[in-house]
């Protein structure tokens, strides 16, 4: 701890971030964050990203006040197949009368849930599965990467149809096989960081104090995988949002009335011709939230690693 | 560098222009041939195409134009049914013996002749195969071990059938013109039949060449089938021997199509001749088109679903009938069913003899609520519907679950194919269905007996109606509807059917919706195409092309 | 990669003909166990499906002991290993069962319907390669400039479009609004019974046979799927090769090449490139297999009889025998698409050969 020499101003905000001498834990951490995040900031097409989905989330928890109309009650008689900017119906109706903006943006939730719930299932499995294999080393490292490595040569779309074939059509069958399909990558990830980890000086220490290889995976292991996990999960984002659009579209994902983008398009498909928009609105919601996904996991890689910026 | 670079990008860019642009040259070859009709149809409910098994709409229509039957439905008064293998025919006094007599020297398609034998035969493994269509042969009182003494061969000309009971004759001829009275060849079909171990369900050594006439053929009509690709395609040629006028077209195509646009597109770029499932608004753009027109025939098919009366919910008699009064009948009828279809609630299609156009039932979700608070069930409940994946079906489906919702029911929409879905409706494992029902005959009994008509509601009950798909124990109004058949004075006849109807409409487990009218756009090339009265009165061996 | 990794290892000491047997033999065992693990998976999604097999094939009306035989003959009463076996021995002699659909066993509609599959994917990574990798060079070189941006943005559109939904789209304009394409499927049906094919590559066999007009209606209804699917393939193929040129770029042989007074152009295109050609190659081949993979949601759109819309029609169908098949089908050459690019990526890597 060195001591402050004649320093009677305190330093602002921005330079007790970027001090190189912190004197706490929560200091060199948040310093470390405020770095990355200039960086990421400097990178115009990483913030637009971050926009993207933060306006995602604000439309699916705003969906009740932001949406005109009722996304599942349609009025068939008058309201079907409305061309866009006819009054009350900005982005038009489909066949059954429904206001499309209103599905689009309820259908924001849908596309969250799978989002969100995929990443909660598959990434702490992978995790788990790459630290556990990463630091015990040995046949159980050997058994959980062939596991994995078997795993990760499948192809995903497939193999995510056939299992909800099986399992039968509904969002949370749909959800359940792509997370299954998902998590090899973190597994490798995880265990390349542990592999990485496992013999530094700090992860010794904590040895030394006695920590239970449980203890140490848990609470020290793991914590450091998590930055890159992070990125591939996000990056990987857009690829989940474009399966389960997917399987929606071949009528695996979320059923009727669901505002699923994948089924919109499907059943839009019909009026294709004279209709255009019925499916085409709902293409350009899934365009928009992939693009914002794969921007944002681009910009935070290049945020976390310097190196990975110049490619 | 930059300069080869853009060179390269230049070259490129140039090479991808050239390519679309000869890809737009003038399509000299899209007209499909002068020889063939194609028609665009979703063909994908095909499930076999022996006729003594088949019982889909499209099969009807494949097997009216590849086989032959002892009578047919004369076109200009389909009251009415002509002799087609047979000559004349006469009954005898106590109204049970039917003889016909064959029109002498006619051959299969293989160049067999046409035997009294072979139509023997052909009622014999139909009977015995006992799948879905046999009922109606069964009902004359023919079962496996009798029908070969009841339908025989008396001569090479002379095919006699016994039935049980002094029915009405026009309901007899009636029947004989439907799928499973087309006459097969028996030394092909035999020539090709499996040898089966008997067991105690099926009791005979040989499948009658069930397997092989899945995708195989052995009859007389004007055209044969020459490839059948499930979900695909069907081919059919034209049958050099044929008795009859040969057909102009040396080949008819039906390509399996599901979609209108796409259909319409095929039409509009004459790849296809005939679009046979275009939507209301493709019918309008057809309609409106040079060198196209649009032609349309009201069918005997009713669009309806109904209620599995196994399900303890839907066998409450108010909530069958809150679910009638949670369908918007006006809505559908302008907007899903423009010109495809007009609504109609009772069972009997109109045209037929004692057919009803009453339409007592309107959206009114006030009412229904209350009638679901009466049944106890005022919080709703949850049901499935099993949809399917075709329109108008789908589209209803989803109105349908918008107004239920409105009274608390939430529908579960389950999508499949036509198989999937009615192999569930057979086996009763379903909530709800939604589909159609085409009559299998032009008579009046053919829909009451299939709505009413219910004498073994067990799970091993033989008679597959949809009255026993969906549970519903009608022993009196199974007696009506027998009674029915015997009764020869027409009006008396017609009286019980109307009594019928209404019956149905008030406590039957069935929310009729709407009556098909079938519509095919086709290319003004064609001369000669019409749409019947049913599925397998759409002949196409009169089509000729410019 | 990881046993390829040793393998290399094992080269670089030197260690001679036993080290290489070994890594043969683990690579031998990496292979098996990934197919078996694809069998393992399938066999799994093929027993969760809550349809029993016996009763789709004996149908409703069968009584109890009936069904009771068939699943006997089935073997569905065995216990679980033993039925994986059989399954096994069944998927290697191409046993996937019947198709409820067609009836015909599936391997005999897979044979019929793969080639066109393979004929797409292949017009697909075709166009892809030969776009992609002029667009990733250039990308790479003016590093920074307007082009790099927009084969960048091209390159991102790619990977965030829904491609059924720029097929559709793509579809209407191309078809019905400029009628350039021909009508969605394979082939006119004036010559779809009028052309005979002999190797299931109709392209081919219309060129074998010198059928030109046949071989232009071909080319017609093939250009639209198999550019869309280009598109994709483009985008993974640019973005590799930039990534790779960049990393070629930056090294110093570059730098010596330009001191010795060779032209930019062949630096470029005759030492860059061809240092990253390795990688790139097994970029192309995993291309492929993504685009086999994808075939399953473009061939509804436009209506190619390959093996996609085999798997979805059959999807439609609960044809789980059709749709098992499939999947492993695909499965198969994806790994083995995988696996032959890992192997072709250590053979041709010039670091492990030179040593």
């Keep these: 701890m060195s001591e402050i020499e004649m320093k009677s101003t305190t330093p602002t905000l921005r330079e007790w971030l970027l001090s190189d001498k912190p004197e706490s834990r929560r200091q060199a951490r948040l310093g470390r964050l405020y770095i990355i995040w200039r960086r990421f900031s400097e990178n115009r097409l990483a913030v637009a990203g971050l926009a993207i989905l933060i306006g995602l989330v604000f439309v699916a928890a705003f969906a009740d006040v932001l949406a005109p109309h009722s996304p599942v009650q349609g009025d068939l008689r008058y309201s079907r197949l409305l061309p866009p900017g006819t009054a009350g119906y900005l982005l038009g109706t489909d066949d059954q009368g429904r206001d499309i903006l209103s599905r689009l943006l309820y259908g924001s939730r849908l596309t969250l849930l799978v989002v969100f719930l995929v990443a909660i299932i598959a990434a702490p499995v992978g995790l788990i599965v790459g630290t556990v294999s990463g630091y015990a080393g040995g046949w159980v490292d050997a058994i959980l990467m062939r596991l994995t490595d078997i795993f990760l040569a499948f192809p995903k779309l497939v193999l995510a149809l056939a299992l909800v074939a099986a399992l039968g059509p509904g969002i949370e069958n749909a959800i359940l096989a792509i997370a299954v399909t998902s998590w090899p990558p973190y597994a490798r990830i995880a265990r390349a960081e542990t592999m990485t980890f496992r013999n530094s000086d700090y992860i010794a220490a904590v040895k030394l104090m006695g920590a239970s290889p449980f203890r140490i995976v848990l609470f020290h292991i793991m914590p450091l995988c998590i930055s890159s996990l992070i990125v591939r999960v996000t990056l990987d984002m857009a690829g989940i949002i474009l399966t389960a659009a997917g399987l929606g579209f071949l009528g695996l994902g979320a059923q009727p009335p669901l505002p699923e983008w994948g089924a919109m398009i499907a059943s839009g498909r019909r009026f294709i011709l004279d209709q255009w928009w019925v499916a085409a609105m709902p293409g350009f919601a899934i365009l928009i939230v992939s693009l914002g996904f794969n921007l944002l996991g681009d910009g935070l890689r290049d945020a976390l690693d310097p190196k990975e910026a110049g490619q | 560098m930059m300069n080869l670079l853009n060179k390269h990008m230049r070259l490129m860019t140039t090479s991808a222009a050239m390519a679309l642009l000869l890809a737009a040259a003038p399509q000299a070859f899209a007209a499909t041939p002068a020889d063939t009709l194609v028609e665009g149809w979703a063909i994908d409910d095909i499930i076999t195409l022996d006729p003594g098994e088949a019982f889909e709409i499209s099969t009807a229509e494949v097997t009216a134009n590849t086989y032959s039957k002892l009578v047919n439905l004369d076109m200009n008064d389909t009251s009415k049914v002509v002799g087609e293998l047979a000559d004349s025919w006469t009954i005898s006094d106590d109204g049970m013996t039917y003889t016909f007599k064959l029109k002498p020297g006619l051959k299969f398609a293989s160049g067999n002749p046409i035997t009294a034998e072979d139509v023997a035969f052909s009622f014999e493994r139909a009977v015995k195969l006992d799948k879905s269509p046999a009922f109606l042969l069964t009902q004359f009182g023919l079962t ?271 999508p499949g194919d036509g198989k999937q879905t009615l192999t569930k409706y057979r086996a009763r494992q379903h909530d709800i269905y939604i589909g159609q029902w085409g009559s299998d005959y032009f008579d009046p009994n053919s829909n009451a007996e299939t709505f009413t008509y219910n004498p073994d509601n067990s799970d091993e009950g033989k008679t597959k109606t949809l009255a026993w798909r969906n549970a519903w124990d009608v022993p009196e109004l199974t007696k009506k509807t027998q009674g029915a058949l015997l009764e020869k004075d027409s009006a008396a006849r017609a009286a019980i059917y109307e009594d019928l109807q209404k019956q149905v409409l008030t406590t039957g487990p069935f929310v009729v919706i709407f009556q098909q009218i079938e519509n095919a756009g086709y290319s003004n090339k064609l001369k000669g195409y019409k749409l019947g009265p049913s599925f397998d009165t759409n002949f196409v061996y009169t089509v000729s092309k410019d | 990669m990881t046993i390829l990794d040793s393998k290399t290892e094992a080269w670089r000491s030197g260690a001679g003909a ?201 080319f017609r209804h093939i250009i639209l799927p198999g550019s869309l699917l280009g598109y994709f393939s483009l985008a993974y193929i640019s973005r590799m090769t930039r990534s790779f040129m960049l990393n070629e770029l930056s090294q110093e042989y570059i730098v010596a090449a330009r001191a010795k007074g060779l032209s930019e152009t062949r630096i470029i295109w005759f030492h860059a490139l061809r240092n990253a050609a390795v990688p790139l190659i097994t970029v192309i081949a995993l291309s492929y297999a993504g685009l086999l993979e994808g075939s399953v949601l473009t061939e509804t759109i436009f209506s190619w009889p390959g093996l996609g819309l085999y798997i979805t029609n059959s999807l439609q169908n609960a044809d789980m025998n059709a749709v098992l098949g499939g999947t492993m089908i695909i499965g198969a050459v994806f790994i083995g698409i995988n696996l032959l690019s890992d192997v072709l990526y250590h053979i041709l890597d010039p670091r492990t050969r030179s040593r």
């Design chain 2, 144 to 414: 496996g071990d009798n029908v070969t003494e009841k339908a025989k061969a008396a001569d090479e000309t002379t095919f006699v059938l016994t039935v049980d009971k002094a029915y009405a004759p026009s309901f007899v001829l009636n029947v004989l013109t439907s799928t499973v009275a087309s006459v097969l060849d028996k030394k092909v079909v035999m020539e090709n039949a499996k040898a089966v171990t008997p067991s105690d369900d099926y009791k005979y050594d040989t499948d009658f060449g069930n397997e092989f006439l899945k995708t195989g053929y052995a009859g007389s009509g004007p055209y044969k089938t020459r490839e059948w690709r499930a979900n695909e395609v069907v081919v059919l040629e034209r049958n050099d021997n044929y008795f009859g006028e040969k057909p102009a077209l040396a080949r008819v195509i039906y390509r399996h199509m599901k979609e209108s646009a796409g259909q319409r597109l095929a039409l509009e770029n004459g790849d296809i001749d005939v679009a046979r499932n275009l939507e209301p608004g493709d019918i309008d753009a057809v309609s409106k088109k040079d060198g196209m027109a649009i032609t349309s025939a009201p069918k005997g098919t009713l669009y309806y679903f109904s209620l599995n009366q196994k399900n303890e919910k839907l066998a409450k008699p108010e909530v069958i009938e809150a679910f009638k009064y949670l369908v918007d009948y006006d809505a559908i009828g302008e907007t899903l069913l423009k010109g495809i279809g007009t609504i109609h609630q009772t069972f009997l299609p109109a045209g037929q003899l004692g057919a009803l156009d009453d339409k007592p039932y309107k959206l009114d979700v006030a009412k229904a609520k209350e009638l679901l608070a009466k049944a106890g069930l005022a919080d709703g409940f949850t049901v499935t519907m099993d949809v399917r994946n075709t329109q108008p079906v789908t589209g209803i489906a989803e109105n349908v679950q918008q107004t239920l919702a409105q009274a608390g029911i939430k529908l579960e929409i389950i």
């Design chain 3, 18 to 218: 036993s080290a290489f047997a070994m890594t043969s033999l683990r690579f031998l065992v990496t292979v098996v166990t990934t197919y078996l693990g694809l069998l393992a998976v399938t066999f799994f999604i093929g027993r969760v499906v809550p349809i029993d097999p016996a009763l789709a094939i004996v149908g409703d009306r069968a009584p109890a002991h009936v069904v009771e035989r068939v699943r006997e003959e089935l073997g569905l009463n065995l216990p679980l290993y033993q039925q994986f076996f059989i399954y096994v021995r069944q998927a290697l002699t191409g046993d996937f069962g019947t198709s409820v659909l067609t009836t015909n066993p599936v391997m005999t509609d897979i044979r019929r319907v793969f080639p066109a599959t393979i004929e797409l994917a292949t017009v697909g990574t075709l166009i892809g390669a030969l776009l992609g990798v002029p667009l990733g060079v250039l990308a790479a070189v003016k590093r920074g400039s307007i082009a790099d941006q927009i084969v960048r943005i091209i390159g991102l559109i790619g990977y965030s479009v829904p491609i059924f939904w720029l097929g559709l789209l793509a579809l209407v304009f191309f078809y019905a609004k400029l009628k350039w394409v021909a009508y969605p499927g394979r082939i006119d049906i004036v010559y779809e019974y009028s052309f005979t094919p002999v190797t299931g590559f109709y392209l081919l066999d219309a060129a074998m046979q010198r059928q030109w007009d046949v071989l232009w209606d071909l």
